[in-house]
């Protein structure tokens, strides 16, 4: 069989992250991060296999210069000729789109009305298809929405309870996020404890600079924490989660902020940075926090008691639990949060490994609770670009 590489594509608002991914084997052959573009400092770091890292990228280079970049990358390099598809990741498809589509002017039309829902993340997914079909417009291009997994979403869950005619007329309810990698880490879970792929229930908690909690019933998502958009739920490094809409009024009324202003402070001004007036990066938090910082303390107890609160009331849908995940930068690498979250589920009979817990980190999974604990809980590193690699490559194909 010949060689067949997918390139893959994720563009924030300021950020591309690109990989060109073997698709029979996931390996990586050229990996990267632009970041802080559109700024003085934009950097682009990347990685060919079995070469150290680079830095390529002149300053205060945008989207469009970080994608010329990395098309001229793929070019010295000589990967352009086995590249069979191009995989986008697109925040959200709305209703649309239960799953993944190759890219015609229809879903390209769509992606663009859904920008409504998504003003800081389509429009930059949009860059990036944009730029990918001109660089390569022979390859066929595939979205990959963050929403899909999450539309298998019984009603009584992603509704709202408000007038039903803003469901109806404006698309106004819960989406969810992070589906990509909901998805992955659930999948991985399943075949890691041997669960049967039609009868298991388990809670994802994807822990990154988002955050977000899923629940899941024989492979489909059947709530999750995010809503309309990606600010609602538990406590992120810089987004407040749930909040009392009371607030707003509150907010704009009696203290004078201004629409625009209320929206910077819940996304961007909240969370850990909010509560500990110090960082958004969890591991400057926990430096501190291991120190005695009063607030930075006090974010951590506050991430960790919303965190176990939200994975608790997953019992509910689901009506038991095989297993819990954690993922994400956090998730991934944060036995203090981790612990502590454990901590307030011990009453359901969760039993952390403190060895377990240690040794699944950076980039290890593994089962961190005791052989007795009633909830089996285990890291698995997430891998969004291999689920968007692999759904471009089946379509590609005509699968
Ligand atoms: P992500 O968005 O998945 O890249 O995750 C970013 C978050 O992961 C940031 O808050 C980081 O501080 C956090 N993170 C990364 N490495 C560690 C670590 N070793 N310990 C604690 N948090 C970490």
Redesign the pocket.
Known sequence: MSVQHVLVINCGSSSLKFAVIDASSGDELLSGLAERLHNDDATLKYKFVGNKEQNALPAGADHKIAIDTLVTLIHQYDLAKDLIAVGHRVVHGGEQFTGSQVITPDVLDVITQTAQLAPLHNPANLTGIQAAQAAFPELVQVAVFDTAFHQSMPKHAFLYALPYSLYKEHGVRRYGFHGTSHHYVSTQAVETLGLAADNHRLITAH????CSVCAIKNGASVDTSMGLTPLEGVVM?TRSGDIDPGLFDYLTSQLGYSVAEVNTMLNQQSG?LGISELS?????I?EAYVEGHEQATLALDIFCYRLAKQIAAYLVPLKGLDALVFT???G???D??RAKVLAHLSFLGCQIDEQRNLAA??GKSGVITSETSLITTMVVP?NEEWMICQDAARLAKGA
Do not use: H
């Open positions: 822990l990154g600079n988002g490094g850990l958004n990066d969890c591991r400057t926990e994400g930068g956090i991934e690498n944060s203090i949060i980190r950076f997430t």
